[in-house]
């Protein structure tokens, strides 16, 4: 979103922004726009999630642990669109960014009611349920992935990649040394990163756990483990040479995937594309519960084009050192690797920002002329 809004001022430095999200993601949020520019006010909107998970019944959905809090939901998405109606009639933008999830239907509807222009952009190779109601009534919608995994109509859909920020780009190999000394690391030993997100991954976290002593007699492992589980691996790991635990890493994450000689990760859309932007070789090991199974769908948007390793929990779980004999399988396979990279930058969209950004300024030109 940053890098949309970074690009929109070049266009035109007198654009306002906004940003609205809801309140669990509201610091993070706050955080990352007061590096850029911290007068954008971030501000909150009420809003729920419709529970869906991949491959469930529909009497799983019975369960009072889910039936609940859906329906507890409906009730947060209608305060949000009552209170999205009541901010727009106090200030009216020229057109409604939506970068899908949950926390964007009740606006996009406001948004619809005030016949405010809405551009989509759809990250994942799969279109979430927001993005998918919202999209008859966007003016234009930018797609993560090529548009053969989309149904929107081509005449308002585009392939523009997902915006990253300028720093994950190849570098060179000199610079990758550099990288792994600041880092800690032996520069001249390969360096194992995994990674599952802000708040991790546990499947994957204790396979690197319980295979540590095999990796570290062939690599050097950074595990960046999110924060839930933590404290629970820091209390059950020592420190040793070629050996790091952080829970995140809130700058310079750029550097920290392009030292690595290998990523393991989740298959998030953004980090995805932030490691095809790297020609980064990468495992992906997707999460197959999430809604409507779409890291899997995302997943396979790179396995169709061998640009990168799918590992399933599956295979994870029947053995503690499946993850780790992959790693090593592919360390000692020079040429696998660089076509790995090579495949997986060929997704990578340089220009993914300033093309979304002209997408969002060709509809408030439209917008002022029909005024």
Request: aromatic share 10%.
């Given at each position: 979103m940053?890098?949309v809004?970074?690009e929109?001022?070049?266009?035109?430095?007198?654009?306002e922004f906004?940003?609205?999200?809801?309140n669990?993601?509201g610091p993070?949020?706050?955080?990352?726009?007061?590096?850029y520019?911290?007068?954008?006010?971030?501000?909150y909107?009420?809003a729920?999630?419709?529970?869906?998970?991949h491959?469930?019944?529909?009497?799983?959905?019975l369960?009072p642990?889910?039936?609940?809090?859906?329906?507890?939901?409906?009730?947060?998405?209608?305060?949000?669109?009552?209170?999205?109606?009541?901010?727009?009639?106090?200030?009216?933008?020229?057109v409604?960014f939506?970068?899908?999830?949950y926390?964007?239907?009740?606006?996009?509807?406001a948004?619809r009611?005030?016949?405010?222009p809405?551009v989509?952009?759809?990250?994942?190779?799969?279109p979430?349920?927001?993005?998918?109601?919202?999209?008859p009534?966007?003016?234009?919608i930018g797609?993560?992935?090529?548009?053969?995994?989309?149904?929107y109509?081509?005449?308002?859909?585009?392939?523009?990649?997902?915006?990253?920020?300028?720093?994950?780009?190849?570098?060179?190999?000199?610079?990758?040394?550099?990288?792994?000394?600041?880092?800690?690391?032996?520069e001249?030993?390969?360096?194992?990163?995994v990674?599952?997100?802000?708040?991790?991954a546990?499947?994957?976290?204790?396979a690197v756990?319980e295979?540590r002593?095999v990796?570290?007699?062939?690599?050097?492992?950074?595990?960046?483990?999110g924060?839930?589980?933590?404290d629970?691996l820091?209390?059950?790991?020592?420190?040793?040479?070629?050996?790091?635990l952080?829970?995140?890493?809130?700058?310079g994450?750029?550097?920290?995937?392009?030292?690595a000689?290998?990523?393991?990760?989740?298959?998030?859309?953004t980090?995805?594309?932030?490691?095809?932007?790297l020609?980064?070789?990468?495992i992906?090991?997707p999460?197959?519960?999430?809604?409507?199974?779409h890291q899997l769908?995302?997943?396979?948007?790179?396995q169709?084009k061998?640009a990168a390793i799918?590992?399933t929990?599956?295979?994870?779980a029947?053995?503690?050192?499946a993850?780790?004999?992959?790693i090593?399988?592919?360390l000692?396979?020079?040429k696998?690797?660089e076509?790995?990279?090579?495949?997986?930058?060929?997704?990578?969209?340089?220009?993914?920002a300033?093309?979304?950004?002209?997408?969002?300024?060709?509809?408030?030109?439209?917008?002022?002329?029909?005024?």
């Amino acid at each position: 979103m940053v890098a949309v809004c970074r690009e929109l001022r070049e266009l035109d430095a007198s654009h306002e922004f906004r940003f609205w999200c809801d309140n669990k993601f509201g610091p993070s949020a706050r955080s990352i726009f007061g590096k850029y520019d911290k007068t954008i006010p971030v501000e909150y909107i009420f809003a729920g999630k419709f529970r869906r998970y991949h491959g469930a019944s529909k009497w799983h959905y019975l369960q009072p642990s889910i039936l609940f809090p859906n329906v507890r939901d409906l009730f947060l998405v209608a305060g949000g669109f009552f209170q999205s109606v009541w901010r727009f009639l106090h200030w009216r933008p020229d057109v409604v960014f939506i970068k899908g999830g949950y926390v964007c239907l009740p606006v996009g509807y406001a948004a619809r009611l005030f016949k405010i222009p809405i551009v989509l952009h759809d990250s994942d190779a799969h279109p979430g349920l927001t993005n998918r109601l919202l999209s008859p009534f966007a003016s234009q919608i930018g797609t993560g992935a090529p548009l053969e995994y989309y149904n929107y109509p081509p005449e308002k859909a585009k392939y523009v990649g997902i915006p990253v920020a300028p720093e994950f780009r190849p570098y060179s190999k000199a610079e990758r040394r550099g990288f792994k000394r600041d880092l800690g690391f032996d520069e001249d030993r390969p360096l194992v990163v995994v990674t599952g997100g802000g708040l991790g991954a546990v499947r994957l976290n204790n396979a690197v756990i319980e295979a540590r002593e095999v990796l570290l007699e062939e690599t050097s492992v950074f595990l960046i483990s999110g924060t839930q589980q933590y404290d629970e691996l820091k209390a059950h790991t020592d420190e040793r040479a070629g050996w790091r635990l952080e829970a995140f890493i809130s700058q310079g994450m750029a550097q920290v995937l392009a030292a690595a000689d290998i990523v393991v990760a989740r298959a998030g859309a953004t980090t995805l594309l932030e490691l095809a932007a790297l020609h980064k070789p990468t495992i992906i090991v997707p999460n197959a519960m999430l809604t409507a199974g779409h890291q899997l769908k995302n997943a396979k948007v790179y396995q169709d084009k061998l640009a990168a390793i799918i590992m399933t929990e599956e295979e994870i779980a029947k053995s503690k050192l499946a993850l780790a004999h992959k790693i090593t399988q592919l360390l000692s396979a020079p040429k696998i690797l660089e076509d790995l990279g090579k495949n997986f930058g060929t997704f990578a969209r340089p220009h993914a920002a300033k093309d979304m950004a002209q997408m969002i300024t060709t509809v408030i030109r439209r917008q002022g002329r029909r005024k």
